[in-house]
């Protein structure tokens, strides 16, 4: 089924729609060690899930299967109730995903604005990225689409007053938005959010939520959301799986989770859901 033919939901109707990713029985192994046993995930449209465990938990690992960097020795990964398994990153990201990383790779001559065009042309406009990247940006042509659809990704990540700045040298907590926009530039329909707060401070990362949350509210795109802030997964996310050791150890609501005896002895700890 393709994103177009996908229903049309009114008011009051249920969700019909398949995920816009899952995996079922996914197992990964290096060597004689299990990265991954028989992991499960389903993210409807336009919600939020959390994902988290100890370090070493295979997170990372689950996320490179998702974004299709990794293939799994056993099980199957779908996108919108299609098999892509054994597809490609591009594929995938033709389909509708992506992918923040831990370190933001910046172009040292780009404005703010600037890196979100390059983002939107890598979907739209694959043929004009070397031509543009080896030209000045401001003989790039744009048009009003392009633009318009660049002016709502910094609306949504609060960041219209540094449009015009070199992305290079601005406050962490800058890039870490920019970042989560370049993902949003190419139109996901979800995107799959590596350790976004990671280095943040408490108003950052609150300013980080919001954006993702107004991505959701306002372009209906779903999010996978890996964090070793339990506090801000649990405020976020509609769902949270718990890995522990590769293994799938709990899943459901934040209130269920925080309560969950399992996942307080093997990662958020008794004290800290109090």
Request: a negative charge.
């Given at each position: 089924?393709?994103?177009?033919?996908?229903?049309?939901?009114?008011?009051?109707?249920?969700?019909?729609?398949?995920?816009?990713?899952?995996?079922?029985?996914?197992?990964?192994?290096?060597?004689?060690?299990?990265?991954?046993?028989?992991?499960?995930?389903?993210?409807?449209?336009?919600?939020?899930?959390?994902?988290?465990?100890?370090?070493?938990?295979?997170?990372?690992?689950?996320?490179?299967?998702l974004s299709g960097?990794r293939r799994p020795?056993a099980g199957h990964?779908?996108?919108?109730?299609?098999?892509?398994?054994?597809?490609?990153?591009?594929?995938?990201?033709?389909?509708?995903?992506?992918?923040?990383?831990?370190?933001?790779?910046?172009?040292?001559?780009?404005?703010?604005?600037?890196?979100?065009?390059?983002?939107?042309?890598?979907?739209?406009?694959?043929?004009?990225?070397?031509?543009?990247?080896?030209?000045?940006?401001?003989?790039?042509?744009?048009?009003?689409?392009?633009?318009?659809?660049?002016?709502?990704?910094?609306?949504?990540?609060?960041?219209?007053?540094?449009?015009?700045?070199?992305?290079?040298?601005?406050?962490?907590?800058?890039?870490?938005?920019?970042?989560?926009?370049?993902?949003?530039?190419?139109?996901?329909?979800?995107?799959?959010?590596?350790?976004?707060?990671?280095?943040?401070?408490?108003?950052?990362?609150?300013?980080?939520?919001?954006?993702?949350?107004?991505?959701?509210?306002?372009?209906?795109?779903?999010?996978?959301?890996?964090?070793?802030?339990?506090?801000?997964?649990?405020?976020?996310?509609?769902?949270?799986?718990?890995?522990?050791?590769?293994?799938?150890?709990?899943?459901?609501?934040?209130?269920?989770?925080?309560?969950?005896?399992?996942?307080?002895?093997?990662?958020?700890?008794?004290?800290?859901?109090?």
């Amino acid at each position: 089924m393709t994103q177009a033919s996908l229903p049309i939901l009114r008011p009051g109707d249920p969700d019909v729609r398949p995920p816009v990713i899952e995996c079922s029985a996914v197992t990964v192994r290096f060597g004689g060690v299990v990265a991954l046993a028989d992991v499960e995930i389903h993210v409807p449209p336009a919600s939020i899930i959390g994902l988290i465990g100890p370090n070493g938990a295979g997170k990372s690992t689950l996320f490179d299967v998702l974004s299709g960097l990794r293939r799994p020795a056993a099980g199957h990964v779908l996108m919108g109730g299609e098999d892509f398994t054994r597809s490609s990153p591009q594929a995938r990201s033709r389909r509708g995903l992506s992918r923040t990383f831990q370190h933001p790779e910046l172009f040292s001559t780009l404005t703010v604005r600037d890196h979100l065009v390059v983002a939107h042309r890598v979907r739209y406009a694959r043929s004009r990225i070397w031509t543009d990247l080896i030209g000045l940006p401001n003989r790039w042509k744009r048009d009003r689409t392009e633009e318009a659809r660049v002016d709502e990704v910094l609306r949504i990540l609060g960041i219209e007053d540094i449009a015009e700045r070199q992305a290079v040298g601005l406050p962490l907590g800058q890039l870490r938005r920019l970042e989560v926009g370049r993902a949003l530039a190419g139109d996901p329909s979800v995107i799959l959010l590596d350790e976004p707060s990671s280095g943040l401070d408490a108003q950052e990362t609150a300013l980080l939520a919001s954006a993702v949350s107004r991505a959701r509210e306002d372009r209906g795109v779903a999010a996978v959301l890996v964090e070793h802030d339990v506090d801000l997964v649990l405020g976020l996310a509609d769902k949270v799986y718990v890995l522990d050791f590769g293994t799938m150890i709990a899943s459901g609501p934040p209130d269920v989770i925080r309560d969950d005896p399992k996942v307080q002895a093997a990662y958020i700890g008794t004290e800290a859901v109090q």
